[in-house]
């Protein structure tokens, strides 16, 4: 099967998928490979040894060879994936992989997700799919001056206005909220 002869959509949806896949799997393998290293952690304070994790230990691990591979099968979706999608869409589709790797991290090392985290993990989805609904899927490939031109029109505009504004002020939000210990979100 030759990736360039799928129609558009069909390779748009085969991206879609792969992109969703890869990045469960990278994440899955992160998670893994994290596992490994605190048990590790463990068994090594537990007989009383200080300093860093052997990587000879790891790499005994099966399951921190799973993961690896996880990440490599990950990285190999992801490099497939800029031969299927145009990079408007790949760009936010990479919230993926830190969206999964929280939730894995909370199923399987039970890491507790407080509301901040909650809260960003929300906006980061919520952007992801608004970036992606948006993304150009067919025509990626932009030049210089389509990209100015596209850039000077009211609504891009206003979006870079209004992106400008979240991100002030989320960043006092933030500041106000590590300075005063006092206004505890969690």
């Known amino acids: ?28 393998g992160l ?11 463990r068994e090594q304070r537990s007989f009383g040894v200080k300093g860093p994790i052997e990587s000879s230990a790891l790499l005994a691990e099966p ?3 799973i993961g690896l591979f996880f990440v490599v099968l990950g990285g190999a979706s992801s490099l497939a994936n800029d031969g299927l999608l145009p990079q408007s869409t790949l760009a936010p589709l990479t ?3 830190i969206l999964y790797k929280s939730l894995l991290s909370r199923w399987i090392l039970r890491v507790p997700i407080s509301r901040m985290h909650g809260f960003a993990l929300v906006t980061m989805s919520v952007g ?15 030049s210089l001056q ?29 500041k106000h909220y590590f300075e005063n210990r ?3 979100l969690e």
Not at 17 to 23: A, E, L, R, T, Y
Not at 128 to 142: E, F, P, Q, R, S
């Open 31 to 41: 998670v893994l490979q994290q596992q490994c290293q605190i048990e590790q952690q």
């Open 128 to 142: 992801m799919v608004i970036a992606t609904l948006g993304a150009n899927l067919d025509d990626g490939v932009y």
């Open 95 to 97: 919230a993926q992989t």
């Open 1 to 28: 099967m030759d990736m360039i002869s799928l129609p558009h959509k069909q390779q748009a949806v085969l991206g879609l998928v792969n992109s969703i896949v890869g990045s469960a799997l990278t994440a899955l």
């Open 63 to 65: 399951r921190y060879l």
């Open 182 to 184: 006092l206004v505890r």
């Open 146 to 174: 389509a990209l100015l031109t596209m850039f000077e029109q009211p609504p891009a505009l206003l979006y870079t206005v209004l992106a400008g504004l979240v991100l002030f002020v989320f960043r006092r939000i933030i």
